[in-house]
């Protein structure tokens, strides 16, 4: 009884004794690469090679809106859209980011053959457009090189037939843009 009696007391001294390490208020330092980026995408799909412009603001420390429109409005499929990134930072790497985004857009789809077709000679839909990919901040100059794949998904429009497919749009493109800090 008495063996027992000491080692409870030894066990509850210890305990007393023992306090928590403080916790360290470590937070990591994200910021934002860039405030603002203007660039061109290069970009290729099934609808062929599609040259756009496209300009990316940051909101936050991870967020963006980024702006998207192709070049050349007479193309086959003409994307114009808006959306939301996503854009965390990696803990291996300060200037490789990889993003991804959700946002809406307009596509317009050219009639591929008006007098075998009958119908408008080019047909307008809002569509969603998801995209992700990465991006690499060069750490000299003011340059950001990205890499993506750009969906669109969920058309709206009753009035456009079924041979006007709005996948046609999604591509995988490469972009340069100039960085405002």
Same mark, same amino acid.
């Given at each position: 009884? !008495?063996?027992?009696l000491?080692?409870?007391?030894v066990g509850l001294l210890l305990c007393l004794s023992v306090q928590a390490q403080d916790s360290l208020q470590i937070r990591p330092q994200v910021s934002a690469?860039?405030?603002l980026a203007v660039g061109l995408r290069y970009a290729t799909g099934p609808a062929g090679l599609t040259l756009?412009?496209?300009?990316k603001y940051f909101i936050r420390e991870q967020s963006a809106l980024e702006a998207y429109s192709? !070049?050349?409005p007479e193309s086959r499929q003409f994307l114009s859209s808006i959306s939301y990134i996503w854009q965390p930072k990696l803990a291996t790497s300060d200037r490789l980011r990889p993003y991804a985004g959700i946002g809406i857009g307009i596509l317009r789809t050219n009639n591929p053959s008006p007098a075998y077709f009958d119908g408008p000679a080019s047909y307008i839909n809002p569509v969603a457009v998801a995209s992700f990919g990465a991006e690499y901040s060069f750490k000299k100059i003011p340059l950001a090189l990205t890499f993506d794949y750009r969906a669109t998904f969920l058309r709206y429009g009753r009035s456009t037939p079924n041979f006007v497919d709005h996948y046609r749009a999604s591509n995988l493109g490469i972009g340069l843009k100039y960085t405002f800090r």
């Open positions: 009884m !008495l063996k027992k000491i080692i409870s007391l690469p860039y405030k756009g412009v496209t300009a192709d !070049l050349n």
